[in-house]
């Protein structure tokens, strides 16, 4: 079973996977951290990053050693692996999955590399970002801060902003939270960095409700979460050219969010919310970032329990 796209996950596999991560985060003591030890050891991880990472690496590789697992693992594939010498990822999948891992986590610079990774891999693949494509793992943590706040994934109100052109997680989530009935999104960007077309065609498809805009103050007064995004320089032909000021959460613009609603983040942050931010009770960004280990702990169990050797 490969992980590549959010769409793949049914309703029912979602509630399963919480249940797994909300199993997981209890076993805290140094006693059960021991017995978790014993739960997959002898499997192994391999995790092949050709992009920058910090949470997505470091989490999946925490999730891998805390199950008991092994890890092998590189960082920086682009410049450090044979892809720096023309290798096609194909090839280098190709020669992984000859060394029998369990899982192959891949994080690629292309759009739809994790897919052709998986075409050529006997190996599960779960796919840790891939270009300007989909990022369904940092949805699925995503999905599991919402619910965990409001125990419901339907009759929502989500304001996501920032680089919607180019930021991964967004299309993510976008496409998991049209799954589910009565949600309704309203896109907050400069018009250079809105929204996709596909993603708003996937939208339309489920009927669920969104609207464009660059007002932020009107978007966050009946806001539940608002779901705010870095600019991806790296993505960008020229950043410069692009107007720096504006859209950024800040305790003013924050006035204008109700009491119940939550700031979230994939993270990293950069200048898009200010730090003065981060004390508001609202801010959810660190806890959603925690979250994402137990969802890829349950996410490697539910792979591994379920792999017939
Ligand atoms: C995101 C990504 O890599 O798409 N980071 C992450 O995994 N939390 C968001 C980003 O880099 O802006």
Same mark, same amino acid.
């Given at each position: 079973m490969h992980i590549l796209a959010v769409t793949q996950y049914t309703h029912s596999q979602l509630d399963q996977l919480f249940t797994r991560a909300d199993e997981l985060r209890n076993y805290s003591s140094p006693k059960q951290r021991k017995e978790l030890a014993e739960l997959h050891k002898?499997?192994?991880?391999?995790? +092949?990053?050709? @992009?920058?990472?910090?949470?997505?690496r470091l989490s999946f590789e925490a999730a891998a050693v805390k199950l008991g697992m092994g890890?092998? *693992?590189? @960082?920086?594939?682009?410049? %450090?692996? *044979?892809?720096? #010498? &023309?290798?096609?990822? =194909?090839d280098t999948i190709r020669v992984l999955d000859a060394y029998n891992f369990d899982i192959i986590v891949l994080r690629h610079h292309e759009t739809g590399a994790a897919a052709r990774a998986a075409k050529v891999s006997q190996t599960p693949i779960i796919n840790a970002g891939d270009g300007k494509g989909e990022h369904p793992?940092?949805?699925? +943590?995503?999905?599991?801060?919402?619910?965990?706040?409001?125990g419901r994934l339907d009759n929502l109100h989500i304001v996501m902003g920032g680089d919607l052109a180019n930021g991964r997680t967004v299309r993510s989530l976008a496409q998991l939270l049209s799954s589910y009935p009565n949600n309704r999104i309203t896109f907050v960007s400069m018009? =250079?960095?809105?929204? &996709?077309? $596909?993603? #708003? $065609?996937?939208?339309?498809?489920? #009927?669920?409700? %969104?609207? =464009?805009? !660059?007002?932020m103050s009107s978007a966050f007064k009946t806001a539940d979460i608002v779901y705010w995004t870095r600019l991806q320089k790296e993505r960008l032909a020229d950043p410069s050219t692009l107007p720096t000021? &504006?859209?950024?959460? $800040?305790? @003013? !613009? +924050?006035?204008?969010?109700?009491?119940?609603?939550?700031?979230?983040?994939?993270?990293?942050?950069?200048d898009e919310i200010s730090p003065l931010t981060d004390s508001d009770?609202?801010?959810?960004? %660190? @806890?959603?970032?925690?979250? &994402?280990l137990y969802v890829r702990m349950a996410l490697l169990d539910q792979i591994i329990s379920k792999r017939i050797i």
């Open positions: 002898g499997r192994q991880l391999c995790s +092949l990053f050709y @992009e920058p990472s910090t949470r997505t890890v092998v *693992s590189t @960082e920086n594939a682009r410049e %450090f692996s *044979s892809a720096a #010498k &023309g290798e096609t990822i =194909e793992t940092q949805a699925l +943590l995503d999905a599991y801060t919402i619910y965990r706040q409001f018009p =250079e960095l809105q929204i &996709g077309e $596909d993603i #708003k $065609d996937v939208l339309k498809a489920s #009927k669920t409700a %969104f609207q =464009e805009t !660059i007002d000021d &504006g859209f950024v959460l $800040d305790p @003013e !613009i +924050l006035t204008h969010l109700p009491a119940h609603a939550i700031i979230m983040h994939p993270l990293p942050r950069v009770p609202r801010a959810k960004y %660190f @806890e959603q970032a925690g979250n &994402g």
